[in-house]
């Protein structure tokens, strides 16, 4: 039962997590229903934003917030797109939700452009560019470039966008020839035309608008292909009326017209239409001017009946040049202020030039002048403007490509750095390598040389070995000589007397038998010299110290040095383990020689004893000039010192003082053989 709260808290926080991800979900889908409205749906949209920070997972949130995004698309509320994108785009960031980052970007763009902020639109639109790019998804990238080749054509950076839209068919030509991906060929190709319009590249903007006829012509869907289809016709009619071919632009117009769905489907497609008919035809100057008026008052009547500005301020503008043709100034001078008056409410600054230009053709005096001043002013200033906004866009492009090269360049140095680290470490591992195979060398070399060392000196106890064997057996010899000769003889001629004796009782027998008593007693003190001569091993005590003190001599009397060998009485040298024996025997010559090489003694005390312990003890102390344990390196010698005392888990001693000597001391655990 101590359980029970806490499983009932953790019971209560699940189901409450529960109904929080079903509201979520249900106010998703409630925000995604068609049968509400945009205004509806977004409220929706916003409680699932709600229970989604309450979940406090950043991934549920930023989902919510992106159809909120979407809907703020659909429903032109460009200020809350940009508020609720930039929040996009900080969780993205956090999330380094690439695909999410690109998104944020794409609609920050799409805002600022729908407010006319070209310059921070391209930025948000080059990111996106750069980030689809980088996840392959050339949809989004060649969607991105339509937008940013729109605004570059509307800021006159034809080039720019020309190059922008190539870059964006050459994208959608890999993809599926579904309607989404004709369309957009379709929207590329019609740009191409435009731009090369304006670029006075007639016969290509009308090969442009060909190719997006074509493309057109694969849309299995009936309005979205009869849209594209008039604008592309109009587009090539007006294209060919700035070409100064008008019979053609005029018969293209009429065959436009002889659809009979233009005027319900697109009125202002066909005011349009009627309107530049008009112009055309007022441009040949072969046709008269009450059709051509009919056809522009057809064309305002229709726009201002429709409430569309921007076709109603182009047939005004048209209309002013026509009345000032034909020398109606008032009604030219009427035209025009609609035209200039609707150019300034839709901030379409072409259309102010153009009318502030008929205005300073239709009045006279100062007042003309006046208007022709603005009209340099306004054109200047809005040359200055569109040349900084093309600046900002190269700017853009020129650091991005100045990021892109610099990361080009770190990742060649990058790769450079990588290929010296790997020499680096390829040749340390070679010179590591030789290194050690030099030393493995070595240690066998020395490993040999001490191989060999300890077979002369074992030899050498083997060689004295047998002589002590061979003098033992030439003393065994002597004695059974001497008992064989000797005393046995004496003993058999004693034998022999007493035993003629024995049958005799006389008094000189007796005597005699007394003398041979005596001599037998003789005798036996000869059996007991020689039992005594059995006994005692003189020859057992030499071998292994007279090697040691054959190698002290030798080498004392060799470099002049006086000396003093203490061996203590009662070390079982025969009981001790030859590899001590051969290990202690280089030992002392290694110190040895260390003594009259480095240390310029003249006097050398050298001991050997056994302690509490039954270690053996080798002690070695010169009046040489010592050394300073601390800034000492250790030497061959010392080290093979070490190597042998770890041979034999022995322990080394050394105490120097500078000027005054060094004593070394060893202490070897005894194992008998």
Same mark, same amino acid.
């Given at each position: ?33 068609? =049968? ?103 949809? =989004? ?430 070390? =079982? ?101």
């Amino acid at each position: 039962m101590k359980y029970f709260p806490l499983l009932v808290i953790i019971l209560f926080t699940s189901l409450g997590l529960s109904q929080t991800s079903d509201s979520i979900y249900h106010y998703r889908l409630l925000s995604k229903d068609d =049968n509400f409205t945009i205004s509806e749906q977004i409220s929706f949209a916003k409680k699932a934003i709600k229970f989604s920070i309450e979940t406090n997972q950043d991934t549920t949130i930023l989902v919510s917030k992106k159809r909120l995004s979407y809907l703020y698309i659909l429903n032109q509320n460009y200020n809350d797109l940009k508020l609720i994108n930039f929040e996009n785009l900080s969780l993205s960031k956090k999330l380094r939700d690439t695909a999410s980052i690109a998104n944020a970007n794409y609609c920050l763009g799409y805002s600022y452009s729908q407010n006319h902020k070209s310059d921070s639109a391209y930025y948000y639109y080059y990111n996106a560019v750069k980030l689809y790019d980088k996840l392959n998804d050339h949809k =989004n990238q060649a969607a991105v470039l339509v937008n940013m080749a729109n605004i570059q054509e509307t800021e006159r950076d034809y080039i720019g966008a020309q190059n922008n839209v190539i870059r964006a068919i050459s994208l959608f030509d890999k993809l599926p020839k579904d309607n989404y991906n004709l369309d957009t060929l379709w929207s590329l190709y019609n740009t191409l035309g435009i731009i090369s319009g304006e670029l006075q590249q007639y016969d290509n903007s009308i090969d442009y608008h060909n190719k997006a006829l074509k493309n057109n012509s694969g849309i299995t869907d009936i309005n979205i292909n009869f849209f594209n289809q008039i604008y592309s016709k109009i587009n090539i009619a007006s294209t060919y009326r700035k070409k100064k071919d008008y019979n053609n632009a005029i018969e293209k117009y009429n065959n436009i017209l002889q659809d009979n769905r233009l005027r319900s489907k697109d009125p202002s497609s066909y005011a349009y239409v009627i309107n530049d008919l008009a112009y055309s035809m007022f441009l040949r100057g072969k046709d008269s001017n009450k059709k051509i008026e009919k056809l522009y008052r057809q064309a305002f009547n229709l726009s201002d009946s429709i409430l569309d500005k921007n076709i109603k301020m182009t047939v005004s503008l048209n209309f002013s040049a026509y009345f000032q043709s034909t020398n109606q100034l008032d009604s030219a001078a009427y035209y025009s202020a609609i035209a200039y008056n609707s150019g300034k409410d839709l901030k379409d600054y072409k259309t102010i030039l153009k009318a502030l230009l008929q205005r300073s053709k239709i009045e006279k005096g100062e007042p003309s002048k006046e208007y022709l001043f603005e009209y340099i002013k306004l054109n200047d200033s809005l040359l200055l403007a569109e040349r900084a906004v093309r600046n900002k866009f190269m700017k853009i492009d020129f650091e991005t490509a100045e990021i892109k090269e610099e990361n080009q360049q770190m990742s060649r140095q990058r790769l450079w750095l990588i290929i010296i680290s790997i020499g680096l470490l390829g040749v340390l591992f070679f010179l590591y390598v030789i290194k050690t195979q030099r030393e493995k060398n070595k240690e066998l070399l020395f490993e040999r040389q001490q191989q060999k060392t300890n077979e002369e000196i074992y030899n050498l106890m083997l060689s004295q070995q047998d002589k002590i064997d061979e003098a033992r057996s030439l003393e065994k010899n002597r004695i059974s000589k001497d008992i064989h000769d000797g005393i046995l003889g004496k003993l058999f001629g004693v034998r022999l007397s007493l035993d003629g004796l024995n049958l005799s009782t006389t008094i000189e027998a007796t005597q005699k038998r007394s003398v041979y008593i005596t001599e037998l007693k003789n005798i036996e003190e000869e059996i007991r010299k020689v039992s005594h001569e059995l006994n005692s091993d003189f020859i057992g005590k030499s071998g292994y110290l007279d090697i040691v003190k054959t190698l002290v001599d030798s080498q004392m009397t060799a470099y002049d040095i006086s000396y003093k060998l203490d061996i203590q009485e009662g070390i =079982n040298w025969d009981a001790l383990d030859n590899k001590i024996k051969i290990h202690v025997y280089r030992i002392l010559q290694e110190t040895m020689q260390n003594t009259y090489k480095h240390a310029k003694a003249t006097v050398v005390d050298i001991s050997f004893h056994l302690n509490d312990n039954n270690n053996l003890i080798l002690s070695v102390s010169d009046n040489g000039e010592g050394f300073d344990l601390q800034k000492a390196k250790k030497g061959i010698g010392l080290k093979n010192i070490d190597s042998r005392m770890q041979e034999i888990n022995g322990k080394l001693i050394i105490d120097s003082i500078i000027s005054k000597g060094t004593k070394i001391t060893i202490s070897v655990p005894i194992l008998e053989n």
